[in-house]
């Protein structure tokens, strides 16, 4: 069976194969997705279990240099590195570049390194809708790093932590005080501030910045996955490989310090089941795309508009009328509180 080649493809970790793998779960199709779902149980059970590196910034930070000097370093030391980039589609055409290969010219040529640039399709939160289960073959894949780079849009660009290990914020010299380091949002999601652009003219610029944002991080409450001193914040230079394995180190320190007091675990099944929930909510939200669901749509979004329905009783009438159990059962008592983790 093709799916079999597939499956046993991606465990012995040829990079076509995973190709083709990360192919199949992203595409939309229903008997894709089918497919999709069977191919990641048959590969679930590897047993790799990969560090995954979440990397936000904004746009012109220097995300790209920084990946593929720190991606180069890290397989001169005989690791195997599979970068996942999420590019931003375009709101009129739905239409990607899809250009970091481009970019990462250097590592893209490394057998040991592995680039898939991936569409946002209009996903929120700076990753793709199917980026979870790409990090999933690649873990199966047997790649001992997977750095998965945002679309880089801003302070809101949280969801890369709920899949990442280790999540780092990328900053260019110069791009705030502490009052912004203190925001709420994306500064406390991530575990590391790294301030790149830290040589020549702008080395100066870069090391105050990166003491504001330190000074900043220290007036936010302490998790209690991070160990003393985290999250920090350090300079780098991607371009002169400056604090590269700094922060790596940085990096072992604290996934082994997670692994040794069992946050590591507690948080990939607080992850699992957020992916849970929200698998979920997009698969009720496919059974809105049913060609009856999108004539029920369209009239009732006519009588919206001409205001014979606000939207709260037009959203109700839909959900009665596609899903008349929902609608007619009471709401369960235990929805309407926070469900106990153990």
């Given at each position: 069976?093709?799916?079999?080649?597939?499956?046993q493809?991606?465990?012995?970790?040829?990079?076509?194969?995973?190709?083709?793998?990360?192919?199949?779960?992203?595409?939309g199709?229903?008997?894709?997705?089918?497919?999709a779902?069977?191919?990641?149980?048959?590969?679930?059970?590897?047993?790799?279990?990969?560090?995954?590196?979440?990397?936000?910034?904004?746009?012109?930070?220097?995300?790209?240099?920084?990946?593929?000097?720190?991606?180069?370093?890290?397989?001169?030391?005989?690791?195997?590195?599979?970068?996942?980039?999420?590019?931003?589609?375009?709101?009129?055409?739905?239409?990607?570049?899809?250009?970091?290969?481009?970019?990462?010219?250097?590592?893209?040529?490394?057998?040991?390194?592995?680039?898939?640039?991936?569409?946002?399709q209009?996903?929120?939160?700076?990753?793709?809708?199917?980026?979870?289960?790409?990090?999933?073959?690649?873990?199966?894949?047997?790649?001992?790093?997977?750095?998965?780079?945002?679309?880089?849009?801003?302070?809101?660009?949280?969801?890369?932590?709920?899949?990442?290990?280790?999540?780092?914020l990328?900053?260019?010299?110069?791009?705030?005080?502490?009052?912004?380091?203190?925001?709420?949002?994306?500064?406390?999601a991530?575990?590391m501030?790294?301030?790149?652009?830290?040589?020549?003219?702008?080395?100066?610029?870069?090391?105050?910045?990166?003491?504001?944002?330190?000074?900043?991080?220290?007036?936010?409450?302490?998790?209690?996955?991070?160990p003393?001193?985290?999250?920090?914040?350090?300079?780098?230079?991607a371009?002169?490989?400056?604090?590269?394995?700094t922060?790596?180190?940085?990096?072992?320190?604290?996934?082994?310090?997670?692994?040794?007091?069992?946050?590591?675990?507690?948080?990939?099944?607080?992850?699992?089941?957020?992916?849970?929930?929200?698998?979920?909510?997009?698969?009720?939200?496919?059974?809105?795309?049913t060609?009856?669901?999108?004539?029920?749509?369209?009239?009732?979004?006519?009588?919206?508009?001409?205001?014979?329905?606000?939207?709260?009783?037009?959203?109700?009438?839909m959900?009665?009328?596609i899903?008349?159990?929902?609608?007619?059962?009471?709401?369960?008592?235990?929805?309407?509180?926070?469900?106990?983790?153990?």
């Amino acid at each position: 069976m093709e799916l079999d080649s597939l499956a046993q493809g991606v465990l012995d970790g040829d990079r076509r194969a995973l190709a083709r793998a990360i192919t199949l779960v992203e595409s939309g199709r229903a008997d894709h997705r089918d497919q999709a779902t069977t191919l990641l149980e048959r590969v679930m059970g590897a047993g790799h279990e990969a560090i995954r590196l979440g990397l936000s910034g904004t746009p012109g930070v220097g995300k790209s240099t920084f990946i593929e000097s720190f991606g180069l370093m890290l397989v001169d030391r005989g690791l195997r590195v599979a970068v996942l980039a999420v590019d931003p589609s375009s709101a009129r055409t739905g239409g990607s570049i899809l250009g970091d290969k481009t970019r990462m010219e250097q590592l893209a040529r490394a057998p040991q390194a592995f680039i898939r640039p991936s569409p946002s399709q209009s996903h929120l939160g700076g990753v793709a809708r199917r980026t979870r289960e790409a990090v999933a073959l690649c873990e199966a894949a047997g790649f001992d790093i997977v750095l998965i780079e945002t679309v880089g849009v801003g302070q809101s660009e949280t969801v890369v932590a709920e899949l990442s290990d280790v999540f780092l914020l990328l900053l260019a010299p110069a791009g705030g005080d502490e009052l912004q380091g203190v925001k709420r949002g994306i500064m406390e999601a991530a575990d590391m501030i790294l301030v790149n652009k830290a040589d020549g003219d702008l080395k100066a610029t870069a090391t105050r910045t990166c003491a504001d944002y330190a000074g900043a991080l220290r007036l936010l409450r302490r998790r209690p996955q991070d160990p003393e001193g985290f999250p920090k914040a350090m300079t780098v230079s991607a371009i002169e490989a400056n604090g590269l394995d700094t922060a790596w180190a940085e990096i072992e320190a604290l996934v082994a310090w997670r692994r040794e007091t069992s946050h590591w675990q507690t948080r990939r099944a607080e992850q699992a089941r957020h992916w849970f929930q929200e698998e979920l909510r997009q698969s009720l939200l496919a059974r809105l795309q049913t060609r009856e669901a999108r004539r029920l749509n369209t009239r009732l979004a006519a009588q919206v508009a001409s205001g014979a329905l606000t939207p709260a009783r037009a959203a109700q009438d839909m959900i009665a009328q596609i899903w008349p159990e929902i609608a007619e059962s009471p709401r369960p008592e235990s929805l309407d509180a926070t469900p106990d983790t153990p």
